[in-house]
């Protein structure tokens, strides 16, 4: 069997990932992944305004980066586990990023309700990296629904990771990501790109585009187009 194109890590902490002193935890593919990935968020974030939520920043290094490659958004990390918002607060302090609440949040739930997106008044872009395949479905709905209800008009649900694309992995590679995954956890997996859609319609989100990414990954944005009935 050809060897996963990627390893996967559903929790970071001191005994998995290298660390500082100061809290900031390392992602391994961080490096690998964040040229790439600002080169193709570029189309839809530079130059734009507004708040941007990240569900499931990790170690919260890709958030520091973004906002610095898109200084006009306001980048606003969000993840459920405290050690992870720990780093991203010592990478913004770090990057002398201006100190600000990493959100606390669970995507299954009811996100846009919560008291710290709703002070952020409709979003520019709802942006997941690296979530859906490490988690039940479940998060999957939470995220492409919320998006819905609280994206601004236009605004982009952006997801990255690894995909299958019409029911076929791309990549031998990924179908053994994918049967690691699901014997970690058989709640686990890699997603179509069809149900991701699919879950986009339900919520008033409209398919713009599928980017080839490094490593078989996959950048899929979701636009909202659609005014969801009360």
């Known amino acids: 069997m050809a060897r996963p194109t990627s390893s996967h890590v559903a929790r970071y902490d001191t005994a998995n990932v290298a660390s500082a002193p100061d809290g900031r935890l390392f992602s391994p593919t961080f490096d690998r992944n964040a040229p790439p990935l600002i080169a ?35 980048w606003w990390p969000s993840d459920p586990f405290p050690e992870h918002r720990a780093s991203a607060r010592a990478w913004r302090a770090h990057l002398r990023l201006p100190d600000r609440e990493i959100l606390d949040l669970d995507a299954t739930g009811d996100w846009p309700a919560a008291p710290g997106v709703r002070r952020l008044g409709p979003l520019a872009a709802v942006f997941a990296m690296n979530v859906v395949h490490i988690a039940p479905w479940a998060v999957a709905e939470g995220i492409v629904a919320g998006a819905g209800r609280a994206l601004a008009p236009g605004g982009a649900l952006i997801l990255y990771g690894p995909f299958k694309v019409h029911g076929d992995f791309v990549g ?29 319609r339900d919520a008033g989100l409209t398919f713009a585009t599928l980017t080839a990414m490094p490593a078989n990954n996959r ?12």
């Open 40 to 74: 193709a968020l570029a189309p839809w974030f530079a130059g734009g305004s507004g708040p941007v939520l990240e569900i499931g920043c990790g170690t919260g290094q890709h958030a520091g980066a973004f906002a610095l490659a898109f200084p006009s958004l306001d």
């Open 172 to 200: 031998e590679g990924n179908r053994a990501f994918d049967a690691g995954l699901r014997a970690d956890n058989p709640a686990w997996g890699l997603r179509d790109v069809a149900e991701i859609e699919a879950l986009g």
């Open 219 to 230: 950048l899929i944005v979701l636009q909202k187009t659609t005014a969801l009935a009360n």
